[in-house]
């Protein structure tokens, strides 16, 4: 494990760091945007175990519509 | 038996490409279950996340051979399958961090159990919800762009298929 984060430490901290300008741009647009503290918390509605289907639906329709495309693409 | 074949071309120190295909299935279930916070609760979502982070930062660091060859300047004449697929992932790579970061700064249950109030507002609830939202059909084209690599690979998490 240390081992492989020594031999990944440049490729580990560029992501860190690419990480830490994009937070960076979007503060800079928090401190523009006009925003109100949220208030307290609702907690937890019932547990609708129906999300992970309308995830699950969300991934797969535009990953069939771009597999479409590119077999399109491929046959021309 | 197999022979010489390894010994003719020596390893790169990389992943194996087995590794790299666990790697991507732990990281997809676990990007399903981050994204149905009303399936698993807030508790879950936001713990979950801690688990998330190095998988996904490993996702992008055992591919940095890819990163390297894509984003090597002096090399600019790419398809425009790799041009797309370049643009694309940093387009996901931000979306990914601003849900992350601003998930934290709406924190229910992970800041204030360890006693800190992360001060949450509107902007970063908005933020949260759209940047959730739209990552699910950003992630879903990045799997179909990637799927002749999926096809060639997914066999190889058995281990006598490991060999390349
Ligand atoms: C990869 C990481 C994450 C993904 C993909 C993600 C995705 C989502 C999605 C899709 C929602 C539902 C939005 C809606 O109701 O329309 C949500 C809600 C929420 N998430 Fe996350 N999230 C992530 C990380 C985090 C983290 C790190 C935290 C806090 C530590 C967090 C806290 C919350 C909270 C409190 C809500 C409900 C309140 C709200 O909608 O603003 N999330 N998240």
Same mark, same amino acid.
Do not use: C
């Given at each position: 494990? /240390?081992?492989?984060?020594?031999?990944?430490a440049? +490729?580990?901290?560029i992501?860190? =760091?690419?990480?830490a300008?994009?937070i960076?741009?979007?503060?800079?647009?928090?401190?523009f945007?006009?925003? *109100?503290? &949220?208030?307290?918390?609702?907690?937890?509605? +019932? @547990? /609708?175990?129906?999300g992970? $289907?309308?995830?699950? =639906?969300?991934?797969?329709v535009p990953? @069939?519509?771009? @597999?479409? !495309?590119?077999r399109r693409?491929?046959?021309? | 038996?197999?022979?010489?074949?390894?010994? &003719?071309r020596?390893r790169?120190?990389?992943a194996? !490409?087995r590794?790299r295909?666990w790697?991507? %299935?732990?990281l997809?279930v676990?990007?399903?279950?981050?994204s149905a916070?009303q399936?698993t609760g807030?508790?879950?979502? *936001?713990?979950?996340?801690v688990?998330?982070?190095?998988i996904?930062i490993?996702? !992008?660091v055992?591919?940095w051979?890819? #990163?390297?060859?894509v984003?090597?300047?002096?090399?600019?004449?790419?398809s425009? *399958?790799?041009?797309?697929?370049r643009?694309?992932? %940093?387009?996901?790579?931000?979306?990914m #961090?601003?849900? %992350?970061?601003?998930g934290?700064l709406?924190s *229910?249950?992970?800041?204030?159990?360890?006693?800190?109030?992360?001060?949450a507002?509107?902007?970063?609830? /908005?933020v949260?919800d759209?940047?959730?939202? &739209?990552?699910?059909?950003?992630?879903g084209?990045?799997?179909a762009?990637?799927m +002749?690599?999926i096809?060639?690979n997914?066999g190889? $998490?058995?281990p006598?298929?490991?060999? !390349?």
């Amino acid at each position: 494990m /240390n081992a492989w984060l020594g031999r990944n430490a440049s +490729p580990i901290a560029i992501v860190l =760091l690419a990480s830490a300008v994009v937070i960076g741009a979007w503060e800079v647009l928090d401190a523009f945007a006009t925003s *109100e503290p &949220l208030g307290t918390p609702e907690g937890d509605a +019932p @547990l /609708n175990p129906g999300g992970l $289907i309308k995830v699950t =639906l969300f991934l797969l329709v535009p990953s @069939l519509i771009t @597999l479409a !495309i590119r077999r399109r693409q491929r046959s021309h | 038996m197999t022979t010489a074949a390894p010994a &003719l071309r020596p390893r790169p120190k990389k992943a194996s !490409i087995r590794t790299r295909v666990w790697l991507d %299935i732990a990281l997809f279930v676990g990007y399903v279950l981050l994204s149905a916070p009303q399936s698993t609760g807030i508790a879950f979502h *936001e713990y979950f996340t801690v688990v998330f982070i190095p998988i996904f930062i490993s996702h !992008i660091v055992l591919d940095w051979a890819w #990163v390297k060859r894509v984003f090597r300047k002096s090399d600019n004449k790419r398809s425009g *399958e790799v041009r797309f697929n370049r643009a694309f992932d %940093i387009v996901l790579f931000v979306g990914m #961090v601003v849900v %992350i970061y601003s998930g934290f700064l709406v924190s *229910e249950s992970i800041l204030p159990d360890f006693g800190i109030d992360p001060g949450a507002t509107t902007f970063w609830s /908005n933020v949260h919800d759209a940047s959730g939202n &739209l990552l699910i059909l950003l992630v879903g084209i990045h799997i179909a762009m990637h799927m +002749p690599w999926i096809k060639r690979n997914l066999g190889r $998490i058995r281990p006598n298929r490991s060999a !390349i």
